[in-house]
């Protein structure tokens, strides 16, 4: 499958080496260490909440509510009753977290059960046996919950560590220097604790072979492929060309095989759904399961149940906020304080979409007048629909609201109403309906959001046709999981002001 696109820091790895001639040399027994120390990282993560929710259950909350008594069991002794936390290796191990090389959040999934299963089993083993009588149930509770914060964020630390010191990564051939390899290569960049290091581009185009893409160099043919992994040393193989026959697809990767741990395929899916498609056998034959969650009904209520919830919650939080906002529009310029403006929500329906005012009332003709006298505005307005700098339209209050998109906020009554959700497409102009194409059919079974993906990827910095690719993978591959990620780098995009004009 593609690598799904991640915020992350570029690897620094420098220029590759020459490659070494001779025999081939595995990773496995530098790799196989890094699966110690990530267990080994793994068990003190999980010790240290235990231990750490012990000392705050004894220190502090009996402090607060004496009538919660001593602990029965020393620290020692709980983690003794559960086994020393062997359970929670298992778990990690079952949900392949020492074998997989997921991106945080996938990781943050798979943690989220591992932690939930091992804590349940050894809770209740321990009760079986008579030995978790005296085990305090506001410690267990709260050590579930501190692993499941906690594990992800040690996890992903640890291997970017590995990775730098030479034990998570793997040397790693690309097979095809176009533009889906350089694809793979950025996405690889940004996401280091993957462990993958790119050494060459195998191509078969002439032209390419022999040249430069960055810091690799394309090398060739790929019916060479076998040699180019003992030269430079490379235990994965990862074929970035999805156009390549089947038949010489076939060719490759049994040249592959034997000559490399792992051969991993980006197949010629692009544009379809990727985040919950599962491999399944027929008989020998490969199918991919490609689920489309918003059309179950039991989904869209789960979703609709999610967006009560967590706007109503918002909504009584931000109330006194909202009041201050309102204020200081009506000081600030002449005008309403909230406005309206007509978008597209789900299956075509239209609805008047509401903000706090961030312009003038006149801002149509100061916005002619600009673009007039301004060739470079005119041909980013045509381009992103806004202008980054300089917008003649925009108020004081309106610059600082829409810097910290605290101009948004109204939409919760949208989300209270069932108009819009907190995490969606982007709520589209009528006036942008042609521009659509043949993505809008697909974006309008969603309803719109106040924030997506489109508002983690770079916000208005991304082109109009971008933005639509995201709606559609959005809509394609939803799931509470995703609305829980895309609301959380929310928050993180607001409070950096990214893309935010």
Not at 184 to 207: F, T
Not at 222 to 230: C, G, I, N, Q, S
């Amino acid at each position: 499958m593609t690598l799904p696109s991640h915020a992350g820091d570029a690897t620094r790895t420098g220029p590759a080496p020459l490659p070494h001639r001779g025999p081939g040399v595995r990773t496995e027994a530098p790799f196989a260490l890094a699966i110690v120390l990530l267990a080994a990282v793994d068990w003190l993560a999980v010790a240290a909440c235990v231990l750490g929710i012990w000392e705050f259950r004894e220190r502090v909350l009996r402090g607060v509510f004496p009538q919660l008594g001593p602990l029965l069991l020393s620290p020692l002794q709980y983690l003794q009753t559960l086994y020393f936390l062997l359970p929670w290796t298992i778990a990690f191990a079952e949900a392949g977290l020492y074998s997989g090389r997921v991106l945080f959040w996938e990781e943050a999934r798979r943690s989220l059960r591992a932690c939930t299963l091992a804590a349940v089993f050894a809770t209740l083993v321990a009760f079986a046996t008579h030995s978790g009588i005296r085990l305090s149930r506001i410690v267990l509770a709260a050590t579930w919950l501190a692993t499941v914060f906690v594990v992800p964020v040690v996890r992903h630390t640890a291997k970017r560590a590995l990775a730098a010191a030479g034990l998570w990564r793997r040397r790693t051939l690309i097979l095809g220097a176009g533009a889906t390899g350089r694809n793979v290569r950025e996405r690889i960049a940004r996401n280091p604790a993957l462990g993958y290091a790119p050494v060459a581009y195998v191509d078969d185009d002439a032209e390419r072979i022999g040249a430069r893409l960055g810091d690799l160099p394309v090398v060739g043919p790929l019916a060479d492929v076998p040699r180019f992994a003992r030269e430079f040393r490379a235990s994965e193989v990862l074929v970035a060309m999805p156009r390549l026959s089947r038949e010489r697809l076939r060719r490759v990767i049994a040249a592959c095989e034997g000559c490399v741990a792992s051969i991993r395929v980006v197949p010629d899916m692009l544009g379809f759904a990727t985040l919950g498609v599962e491999a399944e056998d027929l008989d020998g034959l490969l199918l991919l399961h490609m689920r489309w969650n918003l059309a179950q009904p039991w989904n869209l209520a789960v979703k609709r149940v999610f967006d009560l919830v967590v706007s109503t919650v918002l909504t009584v939080l931000l109330a006194p906020l909202l009041v201050a906002i309102a204020i200081a529009i009506r000081i600030d310029s002449p005008g309403p304080v909230l406005y309206r403006q007509e978008r597209i929500g789900r299956l075509w329906t239209r609805f008047p979409c509401l903000k706090f005012r961030t312009m003038h009332v006149d801002n149509a003709g100061r916005l002619e007048r600009h673009l007039a006298a301004d060739a470079g505005a005119r041909a980013e307005w045509e381009e992103f629909q806004k202008l980054k700098r300089g917008d003649p339209r925009i108020t004081r209050v309106g610059r600082w609201l829409r810097r910290t998109s605290l101009d948004e906020l109204p939409q919760l009554l949208h989300v209270l109403r069932g108009e819009m959700s907190l995490v969606g497409p982007r709520p589209y102009l009528p006036r942008e309906v042609e521009r659509m194409s043949e993505f809008g059919d697909t974006v309008v079974k969603a309803p719109p959001g106040m924030t997506g993906l489109w508002q983690v990827s770079g916000r208005n910095d991304l082109p109009f046709p971008e933005r639509l690719r995201l709606d559609e993978y959005y809509v394609r591959n939803w799931s509470l999981w995703l609305d829980v990620i895309v609301l959380t780098k929310t928050a993180g995009v607001v409070i950096r002001g990214e893309g935010a004009y």
